[in-house]
């Protein structure tokens, strides 16, 4: 079973960044995917950014594409977020994930983060 420990988040201004990371242990991450999703109040869970730990590939949700940047770092099992340009519509708890790249779904499959909250002022 792999454990996640999601840190950075806080508060900034709008048009300001923050960097999120995800520390992962527990197990070998070859065959994962990793992604990040984000929960606003009063609203449903929304992807915002995965990768294949492997390098396969990078996804963004559109609202994200062009600010946010996620990258890994095989070395510390660690993915990061990069947020750019952050918006007040940003605001949310951010919650890191883990599954087998081949697994079903992410909620059907994936292992989740204690989550950290980003709060972006404007």
């Known amino acids: 079973q792999v454990q996640l420990v999601e840190s950075g988040g806080g508060l900034v201004q709008a048009g300001g960044s923050l960097r999120l990371s995800c520390a992962a242990s527990?197990?070998?991450?070859?065959?994962?995917?990793m992604a990040w999703f984000r929960q606003a109040p009063g609203k449903e869970r929304e992807f915002v950014a995965a990768?294949?730990?492997?390098?396969?590939?990078?996804n963004y949700a559109g609202s994200v594409k062009g600010r946010f940047t996620i990258s890994k770092d095989n070395a510390k099992n660690t993915v990061y977020l990069q947020m750019n340009s952050l918006k007040p519509e940003d605001t949310a708890i951010y919650y890191c994930?883990?599954?087998?790249?081949?697994?079903?779904?992410?909620?059907?499959?994936?292992?989740w983060g204690q989550g950290t909250q980003v709060t972006v002022s404007s």
């Open positions: 994930a883990v599954k087998e790249a081949t697994a079903g779904s992410w909620d059907d499959s994936a292992t």
């Open positions: 527990g197990r070998a991450l070859s065959t994962y995917r």
């Open positions: 990768i294949y730990w492997s390098g396969a590939g990078i």
